[in-house]
């Protein structure tokens, strides 16, 4: 059962009507079709030139479509179409080979440089073929891969490529998943700014959310109220599965789950792993950690502050190695360094992952730094200026029931040319929560 006092403040903080009104959002407008072309036009040429290739070809469909259909413009292909692109040094040229109707409304928007009709019903694999004719690349991308970003054909298409087109072009033909994960993994500066006010707001809600938890009342689920009732207010989505986000955990370790109706209680550790997606396609990856006072005490024991700063230090061991020209677990290795030195035990997670269009966005894995095995550089692991990630600071111990507890807390930041930069300010203090007397 949900406190009363806990969800009269709740109330309080976000009204009383049964169904709450959406207050103004700084995230009105779509500016994804402008950023989406933009980030066509300039980022993806270098992105190929980076991965030898000559073109790009993504296979749309209806319904269970491509992940990245509506990355370059196919999310509302009915039939099969076709998206090429074709690069000539720093610039593309796209072409898309689609059914009629959908076709009609590609050539008015002026999406792609050239539009194909094809019949319904008709294949399109002798136009693609003629397509390639027209441009003959030596290099093409196609949307296979051991990632469910960029394993986007289905078995029936490809079987269906490999058998109608030329062998003259399917010889040619290879995974494009370096590729993607080197255009997705890299954000222009205004998604930046819309992430970095996403940040924000995640990590503010969250510091509310402690602020009005009070210990031996307070549920995690009565945090996880708060927290959804703020989303319901200003309209944006979850970040990953509404089931667990927000994830609250003010016990041992339970990984990413749902909050249950545990009341807080003095000396824990409460965790907050929370995410929001808006414009329903950046999203955020934000971990805030409160301590539960004793009645009376106004500040935390040294053994629960010595806890949590050394996780602190994990984070900014990690954030000083997050330089363009490292490799994730070169990041990954600089904080489970800081780890050893705390006494923490070790973690079965990396220390961070690419954010941006999904909480585990495409990119380079914080990851395989870990102690005693040799760092095996890879090219997709580079960090480049425009990434952002979110990415942990650890510190874990046991418990006397044989359980642990780790703190984790997690920040977003960019790449720039000198270094990472914070996309909010981190958490820096212990957010402490008052118990009553009585």
């Known amino acids: 059962m949900r406190s ?3 969800l009269l403040i709740v109330a309080l903080a976000v009204g009383c009507s049964s169904a709450p009104e959406t207050v103004e959002s700084p995230f009105s407008g779509d500016p994804w079709p402008e950023i989406r072309a933009e980030r066509i036009a300039t980022l993806l040429p270098g992105a190929m030139a980076d991965n030898d290739l000559d073109a790009w070809v993504v296979i749309c469909r209806e319904n269970n479509n491509d992940p990245l259909a509506d990355h370059v413009g ?6 099969t179409a076709a998206f090429m692109f074709f690069r000539d040094g720093d610039s593309v040229t796209s072409v898309a080979i689609s059914p009629r109707g959908e076709a009609m409304s590609l050539e008015e928007t002026g999406r792609m440089d050239e539009v194909i009709t094809s019949e319904r019903g008709a294949s399109i694999w002798e136009t693609m073929a003629e397509v390639f004719e027209r441009f003959n690349p030596d290099a093409i991308g196609i949307n296979t891969g051991r990632s469910p970003i960029t394993d986007g ?31 997705l993994s890299v954000k222009l500066p205004a998604e930046v700014e819309i992430m ?7 990590a503010q809600w969250e510091v509310e959310a402690y602020a009005n938890a009070v210990g031996g009342v307070t549920t995690d689920r009565d945090i996880a109220d708060f927290l959804e009732a703020k989303m319901a207010e200003m309209g944006v989505g979850d970040a990953w599965s509404p089931e667990q986000n927000p994830a609250i955990n ?54 629960a502050l ?18 363009p020209g490292n490799t994730g677990n070169e990041v990954d290795r600089a904080q489970r360094l800081v780890m050893r030195e705390n006494g923490s035990e070790p973690v079965m997670w990396n220390t961070g992952h690419p954010v941006g269009y999904w909480a585990h966005d495409s990119g380079p894995s914080l990851g395989g730094g870990r102690l005693g095995l040799e760092l095996r550089p890879h090219p ?14 650890f510190h874990k111990w046991s418990l006397t029931d044989s359980t642990t507890k780790t703190i984790s807390v997690e920040e977003m ?6 270094g990472a930069e914070w996309m909010t300010p981190p958490q820096d203090e212990l957010i402490l929560i008052r118990t009553p007397s009585n």
């Not at 010595?306 to 330089?323: I, P």
């Not at 997709?380 to 600071?393: A, H, L, N, R, V």
């Not at 930041?413 to 000198?418: G, N, R």
Request: hydrophobic share 35%.
């Open 4 to 6: 009363p006092l806990f």
């Open 74 to 79: 196919c999310e509302n292909a009915g039939g």
């Open 153 to 183: 054909l289905s078995h029936t298409q490809y079987t269906s490529m490999m058998e109608r087109l030329p062998a003259e072009w399917t010889s040619k033909m290879s995974s494009a998943e370096a590729m993607i994960r080197s255009w």
């Open 196 to 202: 970095a006010k996403a940040a924000e707001i995640t």
């Open 250 to 303: 003010s016990g041992k370790d339970r990984g990413h789950s749902h909050p249950t109706n545990r009341v807080i209680q003095p000396g824990d550790f409460i965790q907050t792993d929370f995410g929001i997606r808006v414009h329903d396609r950046w999203v955020t990856d934000i971990q805030r950690f409160a301590y539960v006072l004793a009645p009376g005490e106004t500040e935390a024991p040294q053994e």
């Open 306 to 323: 010595d806890k949590w700063e050394a996780a602190k230090r994990g984070s900014r061991a990690a954030f000083e190695a997050l330089l």
């Open 380 to 393: 997709t692991q580079i960090i480049k200026p425009g990434m952002t990630f979110s990415f942990d600071g």
């Open 413 to 418: 930041v960019v790449i720039t040319e000198e």
